[in-house]
């Protein structure tokens, strides 16, 4: 399943221009960050935007199973994964038809019954180079099997501090690798998340970043992407991905 991306090389640089270039670091970059849309991250399926020629969201290299970024347009090997830092959860519900978000409700909602739960998961991203990007991870349907197990994970997690107590860490304070597996039954096939435990953040930084985004997250400030994409989880009947009432054991 796994695709050699060539990535494309930049331009090289001088170190002394690079040093002038960073003496103006991040000038003319600060928008404010109700502007701007939060990407998601997520793995090909033949239904995705990003796969029809005819969408704006094409992209030519991706192929099905592989990892991308809805907005950056950014691939990644499924079987290598990505590096995942979760900041934020929440749930929402979209109906069935049009796919809109409409609200967030209870369980106790009456309304449930008609509507498609995702599970959205705000994260930083650590990349190969060690850059950071944040995106959205959302799961619903089948997917949300993943994501109770990845739920059930995070919860159990204790650290021990330098006192030698074992304490919860924030939700923000552990990394995950996210690679991309093959599930199927008898109604098809589809790309699934495999998650596992990297261990604890351990980059300064990058813990500063995390715990940033949550605050702008809780304040309101962070609006994931607008897109009509359907999730590969909602497929409809005969495609090769499955549909929200499919049984798919784990």
């Known amino acids: 399943m796994s695709t050699e991306v060539a990535k494309k090389k930049e331009t090289a640089v001088s170190t002394n221009l690079l040093d002038q270039m960073m003496s103006d670091e991040g000038a003319g970059v600060d928008f404010n960050v109700n502007d701007m849309e939060v990407p998601f991250v ?5 239904m995705s935007g990003a796969m029809q ?5 094409f992209i030519k290299e991706l192929r099905a199973g592989e990892i991308y970024n809805t907005i950056t347009k950014q691939i990644w090997d499924p079987e290598k994964g990505i590096t995942v830092i979760p900041v934020h959860q929440e749930t929402i ?6 796919e809109k978000i409409i609200g967030r409700f ?6 449930l019954a008609t509507l498609l739960k995702s599970d959205n998961f705000y994260c930083v991203i650590i990349d190969d180079d060690g850059s950071t990007q944040k995106a959205v991870i959302d799961f619903r349907s089948t997917g949300l099997k993943v994501s109770r197990r990845w739920k059930t994970q ?5 650290v021990q501090d330098s006192k030698g107590n074992y304490r919860t860490p924030p939700l923000y304070g552990v990394m995950w690798n996210f690679t991309g597996v093959d599930e199927a039954n008898d109604r098809g096939s589809w790309s699934s998340w495999s998650i596992s435990k990297l261990g604890v953040v351990d980059r300064a930084d990058v813990f500063a970043e995390a715990k940033k985004f ?10 994931p992407q607008q897109e009509d994409e359907p999730a590969q989880d909602s497929a409809p009947a005969g495609s090769n991905t499955p549909s929200q009432d499919d049984d798919i054991p784990f």
Do not use: C, F, N
Not at 42 to 46: S, V
């Open 53 to 57: 020629k005819a969408k704006p969201e």
């Open 106 to 111: 209870t369980m106790a909602d009456t309304e």
């Open 214 to 223: 949550r605050e702008q997250i809780m304040k309101g400030e962070v609006k």
């Open 154 to 158: 995070i919860s159990m997690q204790k």
């Open 93 to 98: 519900y979209t109906h069935k038809a049009d």
């Open 42 to 46: 997520r793995l090909a399926h033949p």
